[in-house]
C-alpha cells in the first residue's frame, strides 16, 4: 500500500500503542511500535498515535467521535483487547466476549460510515510471564476469536500479532519480547512493527 502526504495514519488501543506517548502533544508517537512504522514507512503520511494506557473497547468507543471519526484518517489500525482479560484477573471487572466483540463492531462501522478509512485490526497477544498468566487464555482466546470475526466481516486488514510474537519469542525467549506479558520490550515492538507493516505490504525493515 502506498500512501501521500496528505494520509493520515491513526493508530489507537491501549498503553500498548501509547508507548509512552505525550497526550498533550498531538504530534507524539511514543517510543513503541507506531514510532517504529512511522520511521519505516517509504512514503511520506501523517501518523497519529492515540493510544491510552489501561483502556478497554468501551473506553475506546467513548472516545471514538473525537480521536477517530474528527480526525478523518485515512487507515485505522485498532488493537484492544488485552485490558479486557487482564482487568478480570486483577480487578475482578468483567468483559464479556459478546459485548466487546459488539463493541468493536460498532466503532468498526463508524469508521467506514463516517470516514471510508481502511481498516486494520490487530490481534490482542499475551506472552505469559509465569504460570497466573497461562490461565488467562481462557479469557483471551475466544476474545481473539472475537477480533478475527469482527475484523473478516468488515474487511479489515488483520495482523496476527498473537503469532507473531510467540514465534520470536522461539527465537529470543519471552521475557526479552514483553518482561511482564504483555507490555513490548523495544525489541517486541519491533516484532509488531514489522507485522504491520507486512501486513500493509509497504515493506519491512531488518530487525
Wanted: net charge negative; proline share 7%; aromatic share 6%.
Amino acid at each position: 500500500m502506498r500512501f501521500t502526504r496528505d494520509d493520515r495514519l491513526l493508530f489507537i488501543g491501549d498503553s500498548v500503542t501509547a508507548a509512552g506517548r505525550d497526550r498533550d502533544d498531538p504530534t507524539s508517537l511514543g517510543d513503541g511500535y507506531v514510532r517504529m512504522i512511522a520511521e519505516a514507512l517509504p512514503s511520506p503520511a501523517t501518523v497519529v498515535n492515540k493510544g491510552v494506557d489501561g483502556h478497554r473497547v468501551h473506553d475506546l468507543e467513548a472516545r471514538w467521535a473525537t480521536d477517530v471519526l474528527a480526525l478523518g484518517p485515512a487507515v485505522v489500525t485498532v488493537l484492544i483487547g488485552i485490558n479486557d482479560t487482564w482487568r478480570r484477573y486483577d480487578r475482578g471487572l468483567l468483559s464479556p466476549v459478546a459485548e466487546f466483540e459488539a463493541c468493536l463492531d460498532r466503532v468498526l462501522t463508524l469508521t467506514e460510515e463516517k470516514c471510508a478509512a481502511r481498516l486494520f485490526v490487530m490481534t490482542p497477544f499475551l506472552l505469559p510471564a509465569g504460570p497466573e498468566q497461562e490461565t488467562w487464555f481462557e479469557d483471551l482466546t475466544p476474545r481473539t476469536d472475537a477480533v478475527l470475526h469482527t475484523a473478516t466481516a468488515h474487511g479489515a486488514t488483520v495482523v496476527r500479532t498473537d503469532l507473531a510474537l510467540p514465534r520470536a519469542a522461539e527465537v529470543h525467549g519471552a521475557a526479552a519480547l514483553a518482561p511482564d506479558g504483555v507490555h513490548p520490550s523495544p525489541l517486541g515492538h519491533r516484532v509488531v512493527a514489522r507485522a504491520w507493516l507486512a501486513a500493509a505490504g509497504v515493506g519491512v525493515p531488518s530487525p
